[in-house]
């Protein structure tokens, strides 16, 4: 059973380019969880999907930034224009339910640096 | 407002001593959970301790939650050079919202 799966583990784009982060979550998981972590800090939760759902989208940027969860295929988080401050290491994790009850899986991350 | 704050910062003992790492937290909570994060990798999560437990076991691991003072401790015994990585808990509460700490930096010197 594989686990959760993210691509590509470090992407580096210009200042106004777009980052497409990838997620698949494990097997039998339909909850899925991003996170960003800053040097040194612990993670900050971003959004939180199930299958073609956003279910809470509160620590997530209002602009630039947007995550999906369709019916097939991995998740995706999409940074548009990306700026320095985007700089970070970007987690997914996964969970059979809720993440208040079960426990949460995470993947290696992607490193996303802005030049 | 951030919810679990783990303390020390940062952590250096023998291998085979004991560690002691805290973790404290604001407001009402359904859950907490201590993972683990090796330098550059993702989180490994390491248990899960419901807030009407006050005790959990896991290998060499003890994990304990006191809700009226709103803390919890992580407690690793006979430390390996393995167990050198960076320690998180994380609250979950009513709203299922997960909330890590900045966590606490484990050094095990040889």
């Known amino acids: 059973n594989a686990g959760v799966m993210q691509n590509p583990r470090h992407l580096v784009r210009r200042r106004g380019q777009e980052a497409r982060l990838r997620c698949s979550p494990m097997k039998g998981h339909s909850h899925v969880y991003w996170y960003r972590q800053l040097p040194e800090e612990g993670l900050k939760f971003m959004v939180y999907?199930?299958?073609?759902?956003?279910?809470?989208e509160s620590g997530m940027p209002k602009e630039r930034f947007s995550a999906e969860f369709p019916k097939e295929g991995p998740s995706i988080l999409r940074i548009q224009q990306v700026v320095r401050g985007d700089s970070a290491a970007y987690f997914c994790a996964s969970s059979q339910g809720l993440a208040a009850q079960n426990a949460q899986y995470f993947g290696p991350g992607t490193r996303l640096l802005v030049l | 407002s951030q919810q679990g704050e783990e303390d020390p910062q940062a952590l250096s003992i023998q291998e085979g001593e004991n560690a002691t790492m805290n973790c404290s937290y604001k407001?009402?909570?359904?859950?907490l959970q201590w993972y683990r994060q090796n330098s550059g990798r993702g989180l490994v999560h390491l248990i899960l301790i419901r807030s009407n437990e006050r005790e959990k076991h896991s290998g060499r691991l003890r994990v304990t939650l006191d809700t009226s003072k709103k803390s919890s401790s992580l407690l690793i015994t006979a430390s390996r050079a393995a167990d050198t990585a960076s320690y998180f808990c994380?609250?979950?509460?009513?709203?299922?919202?997960?909330?890590f700490g900045k966590g606490t930096r484990l050094h095990i010197l040889p």
């Open positions: 994380a609250t979950a509460n009513r709203d299922d919202k997960i909330i």
């Open positions: 999907l199930q299958k073609e759902n956003i279910i809470d």
């Open positions: 407001t009402s909570i359904n859950n």
